[in-house]
């Protein structure tokens, strides 16, 4: 068997082991719990569809390369080999590296308390529950469409937002694992708010 044939059968075989971890991952998604931190803190986090999924672009990223290489090395070379090449290789590069990243560094952390947001660039924002001003939920197909700063134009929500006293936003939504739960507790400390100021 050649080399050539060897990665054939290592780019096929990844991609159908991938395509089971994602069903995999899909199906015990769905009623995920939300795992906890070392502080006993709650976590909301990306599902590991998504680092399945760059680990698939880092694969192709490395075909394009492959077909950089080869369309350099022949005899001929064709432009339009190494553009594509080059094209998919990048795409898919920069893709699956937002994605990981994505995957890795975001996360919202939640007690009775407070809630931390970390971003893809791993900045830190933290809010109390308590100074909780709005939460707006999407609820089937109909589409809620709310002020993202006042004065500003309205936009589509996610399926979770929640607005701060002191301006921060944040959104959720269903493809994170814990969603669920990080929902109930946002419309139980809601509901405090609301029996609060009434």
Known sequence: MSWETALVVFVFGAHIVLAVLVLVSLLRKIGAEPELD???RKILRPSRVLLWTGILLAIWSGLGLYMTVKALASERVVASGVLVGLM???TAGLMGIWILTRYFSFRITWDEDTLEV?????????YRWSDLKELAERRGTENIYGLVEPG?????IFDLELRFENG???????NLVGYY?????AGRHWKTIQRRSS
């Open 168 to 174: 921060g936003l944040v959104r959720t939504a269903p």
């Open 88 to 90: 998919v290789m990048l």
């Open 181 to 185: 739960a990080f929902l109930s507790d």
């Open 38 to 40: 070392t502080n006993g």
């Open 118 to 126: 970390t971003d893809w660039r791993r900045n830190h924002r933290q």
């Open 152 to 156: 500003q134009t309205e936009v589509r």
